[in-house]
């Protein structure tokens, strides 16, 4: 079973417009981490999100641990925020399980 | 900044060669992980070590071993490459303890087995 379910798996916008991406967990977790990918790069820490609403910049993100679930939203794309958006959990023995991730691609 | 170097960044192996991938760390992360990052599969979890000296069984663990000489230094070994293993191979390290814990990822290495 997939723990770690993002959606949608692909996502296309006009610059400007917001973002919003969810990840869910088949198993309670309560530490999640948002990554970014660009294409054909190495992944980056977006946000690190236990619980509760964080945010960075343009990113906001909402952790509910009794629904297993967070999101990600993104304000005011830009195109260099086209990429992949990968989503995590910890599991035991400090380690990251990752979501299959959401594509975004964000044009003029 | 944590920097994670992967070497080589591209190689290209027959099928029943040995390959051996090769990851570098100067954060003084305890933890390195290895995982591959294939389409429709996402990220999995191939190896990983909790130190010098220690390796740890992932998700995918069949086909590679790993090895852990250093504490900067973390191996991904194919001794028989096959063309199912062809992939983009990830080095992580990583700190785990109160408060955040995250992982500082490498630049990948692709891997074609023919």
């Known amino acids: 079973e997939q723990q770690v379910q993002q959606s949608p798996a692909s996502l296309v916008l006009q610059e400007a417009e917001n973002a919003e991406l969810q990840c869910s967990f088949s198993?309670?977790?309560?530490?999640v981490q948002w990554f970014y990918q660009r294409p054909g790069g190495r992944l980056v820490s977006l946000l690190y999100n236990p619980s509760g609403t964080k945010q960075s910049g343009r990113l906001t993100s909402t952790t509910v641990i009794k629904e297993r679930r967070s999101s990600l939203h993104i304000s005011s794309s830009q195109i260099t925020d086209s990429g992949t958006y990968l989503c995590a959990k910890t599991s035991s023995g400090q380690k990251l399980v990752f979501g299959q991730g959401t594509i975004l691609k964000v044009y003029l | 900044e944590a920097a994670v170097t992967q070497s080589p960044r591209n190689k290209v192996a027959v099928t029943g060669g040995k390959v051996t991938l090769s990851c570098n760390q100067t954060n003084n992360h305890n933890n390195m992980y290895w995982y591959r990052q294939d389409t429709g599969h996402g990220l999995r979890l191939i190896h990983y070590s909790y130190g010098a000296g220690s390796t740890e069984k992932g998700d995918i663990p069949d086909g590679y071993k790993a090895s852990r000489p250093s504490q900067e230094n973390f191996s991904l070994i194919l001794e028989l490459a096959t063309p199912s293993q062809t992939s983009v191979y990830f080095c992580?390290?990583?700190?785990w303890g109160e408060g955040q814990n995250t992982l500082y990822f490498g630049a990948g290495t692709r891997l074609s087995v023919l």
């Open positions: 198993i309670f977790t309560n530490q």
């Open positions: 992580a390290s990583g700190h």
